[in-house]
């Protein structure tokens, strides 16, 4: 699976902005998706999964309530939608994509994760 990340860029405190994960190949139905992000200086850390069907999502505690993620099967495309953007999001981003195994819906490690977009920059100026 190739993973390509698109949609980061320069905005102010407050905006949204949506970020895609195109995937290629025919396997994207079954494999968790999830965003990551490494601020600079910072570790690479988890911001959101959704499992294979996209009926459940996970977020960590700092972007709930303010990014969701969900996926289109049938576009192999993973999105997150950002909104009331503040300037500790700016990172680059990171989609990833993940094997379902041993039965796990999700995954918030990022060692569990089998595939890596390039990513894609976000910068939010206050």
């Known amino acids: 699976v190739q993973l390509q990340a698109s949609g980061g860029g320069l905005v102010q405190a407050g905006d949204s902005l949506r970020l895609s994960c195109a995937a290629s190949g025919r396997t994207f139905r079954s494999y968790i998706m999830a965003w990551f992000r490494q601020a600079p200086g910072k570790e690479r850390e988890f911001v959101a999964a959704?499992?294979?069907?996209?009926?459940?999502?996970y977020n960590v505690d700092s972007v709930k309530g303010r990014f969701t993620i969900s996926r289109d099967n049938a576009k192999n495309t993973a999105y997150l939608q950002m909104d009331s953007l503040n300037s500790e999001d700016t990172a680059v981003y990171y989609c990833?994509?993940?094997?379902?195994?041993?039965?796990?819906?999700?995954?918030?490690?990022?060692?569990?994760?089998?595939?890596w977009g390039q990513g894609t920059l976000v910068t939010v100026s206050s």
């Open positions: 990833a994509a993940g094997a379902a195994r041993s039965g796990s819906s999700w995954y918030s490690d990022r060692g569990e994760y089998d595939y």
């Open positions: 959704i499992t294979v069907s996209g009926t459940k999502a």
